[in-house]
């Protein structure tokens, strides 16, 4: 069975740091493009970054360009996203989607809150 | 490019809806658009693939369309029931990024 679990989600203040990681199961990640889409309280998905099988492209959304980070350790069957210098507009659950044509498989997403 | 969707649609059971996304620039036929439905609390599933494909298990009263003329997909879900009250996405993507419509909410009265 496909599992997609993200964690590492949290409250951090204005200007912090954080690390979501996303744990994949049940099929091989080194096969898969997989990206990070978020979703803020009440609104709509917006696309984060993705990366491709390799970790030779990597893209983002020009709205988090420069402070987030995706990368993979397909050893681990693990997807990362590193998020420096957050604001408040990050506030959102974050899930982690695998690409085939569609975005297939997501998982239940990691809530990130930012507030002082 | 953006991806404009209504903010929200309401119909009766057993009638039929379709819900619109606009592509502002370049052509909609240019890359394939998902469509997702996400029930409250609950990951976004796909209902449509590739403009008018629908992944097994999702039933056939769900259809996809594109049209070139008004450069616009369309999801129509016909006999509608309860179930498919939700929030419905496009998603379409260009060389370097992915593009999710804001969002339809369906209620079904």
């Known amino acids: 069975e496909v599992q997609l679990v993200e964690s590492g989600g949290g409250l951090v203040r204005p200007g912090g740091s954080l690390r979501l990681s996303c744990a994949a199961s049940?099929?091989?990640?080194?096969?898969?493009?997989m990206h990070w889409v978020r979703q803020a309280p009440g609104k709509g998905l917006e696309w984060v970054a993705s990366?491709?099988?390799?970790?030779?492209?990597?893209y983002y959304a020009d709205s988090v360009k420069g402070r987030f980070t995706i990368s993979r350790d397909n050893a681990r069957n693990s997807l990362y996203l590193q998020m420096n210098t957050l604001r408040g507009e990050d506030t959102a659950v974050y899930y982690c989607?695998?690409?085939?044509?569609?975005?297939?498989?997501w998982g239940q997403g990691t809530l990130v809150t930012v507030s002082s | 490019f953006i991806l404009t969707q209504p903010h929200s649609v309401s119909e009766s059971p057993g009638k039929t809806v379709t819900i619109s996304c606009t592509r502002s620039?370049?052509?909609?036929?240019?890359?394939?658009v998902q469509w997702y439905q996400q029930r409250p609390g609950s990951s976004p599933t796909t209902v449509i693939f590739?403009?008018?494909?629908?992944p097994s298990g999702v039933p056939d009263r769900f259809s996809g369309s594109i049209d070139s003329s008004s450069n616009s997909a369309s999801l129509t879900i016909s006999g509608l029931k309860t179930e498919d009250e939700a929030d419905y996405y496009c998603?379409?993507?260009?060389?370097?990024?992915?593009?999710f419509g804001g969002g339809t909410k369906l209620t079904v009265l």
């Open positions: 990366i491709n099988s390799a970790s030779s492209y990597k």
């Open positions: 989607a695998r690409e085939a044509i569609d975005f297939d498989f």
């Open positions: 998603q379409s993507y260009d060389i370097s990024s992915q593009v």
């Open positions: 590739e403009d008018d494909q629908r």
């Open positions: 620039t370049g052509s909609i036929a240019s890359s394939y």
């Open positions: 049940g099929f091989p990640l080194s096969s898969y493009n």
